[in-house]
């Protein structure tokens, strides 16, 4: 076990996702019960720089398990992107003498953490909290299991209204390079059709859906569209059926941002409460550069390197499931 690690820093980086909080407050208890002193970064790597670095202690983290989003805020920093930036970042590690890092967020977050890595000796360790659930290394990603139940429930209340008024609704969901959002909510939803970035979308193929759906009388129909799928989102999509299909009354339904906010489910507190300890434990261990992921329930060590550049792959095979479960 590593006894040169004293000071332990947590910091939330990126795009937000909820169960970030559950992963904090299980970094500070565990370095605690571990005897280690441990300080919050604010706003991520830009708080690094700046020197925005507070104590936590058992209290700093109660009552917070249950909240969205991060107590210790976020943000994307240009300025760690400059050699300048990340030695400012390094001298005030120094400077509060803190000894290893617990990084939380995406692949830009462990991106920054690897080149910072390549300039200074100082251990770093990540926890994947992203709701696109798009890394290497761990079978869900923070966040993914509570964005994805807003997604569902969303499109369950956009289907009553479809079905009040016999419509086709263009449902927008977030996955700018990852569909997985978009395909479990569809499919969990009932939807006739998804579109994601992972599969080129056959336009001709989502007409013949959908006017086999009309003619069937269908009362309503729901297409889940990836806002980085390659048609242009779910507005660009619609146009298209329209222009076509003249007698389908078509409304279009953006989910965005409310996917990222709320209460986090029982499945992502627990997962944040697991990977928070696992960091910990792991940088005692001697682990640096590695990213924490559950695999088969079991916890993993994903090298950063490999984490940012394999983008965990999606079954396209659910694809046919939809096709299956629309006829």
Not at 8 to 25: E, F, K, Q, Y
Not at 101 to 110: K, L, N, P, R
Request: proline letters at 2%; aromatic letters at 6%; one cysteine or more.
């Amino acid at each position: 076990m590593a006894t040169n690690i004293k000071r332990i820093a947590v910091l939330t980086s990126g795009g937000d996702a909820p169960g970030m909080n559950a992963a904090i407050r299980a970094v500070v208890r565990a370095s605690i019960f571990n005897n280690l002193e441990v300080y919050g970064v604010m706003r991520g790597y830009e708080g690094l720089i700046n020197g925005d670095i507070v104590p936590l202690v058992s209290n700093s983290v109660s009552n917070i398990i249950q909240r969205g989003g991060t107590i210790l805020k976020s943000a994307r920093s240009e300025k760690f992107r400059t050699l300048e930036g990340r030695q400012q970042a390094f001298d005030n590690l120094k400077k509060f003498e803190i000894d290893a890092v617990v990084c939380i967020g995406g692949d830009g977050t462990f991106s920054g953490a690897l080149q910072f890595n390549k300039e200074h000796d100082l251990p770093f360790i990540g926890i994947p909290g992203t709701i696109d659930c798009d890394l290497y290394g761990t079978d869900y990603t923070l966040g993914f299991d509570t964005a994805l139940n807003t997604a569902v429930e969303s499109i369950d209340r956009i289907r009553d209204t479809a079905d009040s008024h016999d419509r086709l609704f263009f449902v927008e969901v977030m996955g700018r390079d990852a569909g997985f959002i978009a395909l479990y909510s569809g499919i969990a939803g009932g939807a006739e059709s998804i579109l994601i970035p992972e599969s080129i979308t056959d336009t001709d193929q989502l007409m013949t859906t959908l006017e086999k759906g009309y003619q069937r009388k269908k009362s309503s129909m729901i297409v889940v569209v990836a806002e980085g799928e390659d048609s242009g989102g779910a507005y660009k999509v619609a146009e298209k059926v329209k222009a076509k299909f003249d007698h389908f009354d078509i409304r279009v339904s953006i989910l965005g941002h409310i996917q990222r906010g709320g209460s986090p489910s029982c499945a992502d507190r627990v997962l944040g409460s697991r990977m928070g300890i696992a960091a910990v434990e792991s940088l005692l261990a001697g682990k640096r550069e590695v990213m924490v992921g559950i695999i088969n329930n079991e916890v993993v060590l994903t090298s950063f390197k490999k984490a940012v550049k394999h983008n965990q792959e999606i079954d396209l095979n659910m694809m046919r499931m939809v096709e299956i479960l629309s006829a």
